[in-house]
């Protein structure tokens, strides 16, 4: 037996709703659900929808649930993370404090050797790509210098670099009439 559909809800109203809807998916929804309420079967509100009964199905116990909005994409969570709060504030403490040569073989804090650190602190572990996120969510910027040619003299770059004008100038001719007016 098919689950009914709420009925606080007619196929006048979810067209509407359907057609005021900024989500191409939600509406598409919305107008199978709408055939529904007119009294066509589900088979033939899974062709309207291009799904299958089994979706649509899923979309009538979401709709009963939740409403129209139950028939919007959402984001999945994804995996929660594996650092906690404390752990967290641990790392910012090391970075903040920064690498100490002797004792962490750095001297400068890479995500490898943070990911390192992790591994060695709490037994964790944590992904460069996923390390650098959570330091991106935490207000952390990687910055890389530039590079420097370990035997370059201090001021040789200054000795090739080019004294030209600017690119962008008037020519003689538009500043002499520019002059004359």
Known sequence: MAIPLRADFNAGLVRGLAKRSKDGPQARRLLALAAIYDGATRTEAAKIGGVTLQIIRDWVMRFNALGPDGLIDRKPPGQPSR???????????????????????????????????????????????????????????KLS?????HAQAEGAIEDFKKSSQRAWMKSRAKRQSMLEK
């Open 83 to 141: 650092l906690n709060d404390v752990q967290r504030q641990a790392i910012v403490r090391m970075i903040e404090s920064g690498p100490i040569p002797a004792i962490h073989g750095v001297v400068r804090w890479r995500l490898v050797d943070l990911s390192q650190w992790i591994y060695e602190e709490f037994r964790i572990t944590v992904a460069k790509q996923t390390l650098s996120r959570e330091l991106r969510a935490m207000g952390y910027r």
């Open 145 to 149: 210098a530039r590079p420097r040619h």
